[in-house]
């Protein structure tokens, strides 16, 4: 007697639109750290070299080119308050924007941000060890790097270009076989 016994076949495709880059480029989008070391870089008073060691390894040295802006617990407390709003998920939010591609709610965003830290650094100046001529100078360097870090999440663009770069798609396919057997 014949018997089909359903089986199914299933497929899963991950397309990427090109290959082996998206996801790097998606990997470097999220990964705030550069950022936040080039902040303690600046606070610290450093700058990474590169050279290699007597075994031809690649290393990285802190070398000390000025001053640093604040004490160890300035520079701490400082880069801890940062990496709650520089990090990977804050990037994917969203401000939306107007016909125009303008967004209120970035440069309100911006505005509190700027005047937040100002009050950080001023409530903070002597227990964190910041000469008072250098409060402008550490505020203009962050609101630098944050500015265009924030722009990305003005009209959902950031996260929509990850669906540009990853799409994926699944497939279950039933499939027929005859099988002779005795029921």
Known sequence: MNQEIPQYNKSVNANYSRPGIDANII???LDTQKLLEKIELFLKGSREVYSK???GQIIVQHLKVGEPKANDE???SLLNWLNGTINAQVVQGNFPSTSSGDS???NRYIKEYHIELTELLILNIYNWGIKE???NGIISFIMLLVQPFFSRLIGNKERESYSES???EERTIPERTKKWGLI
């Open 27 to 29: 990997q470097i989008r």
């Open 133 to 135: 001529g250098e409060i």
């Open 104 to 106: 209120p709610a970035y």
């Open 166 to 168: 990853l799409r994926s």
């Open 53 to 55: 060691d007597e075994t």
């Open 74 to 76: 300035g520079i701490q």
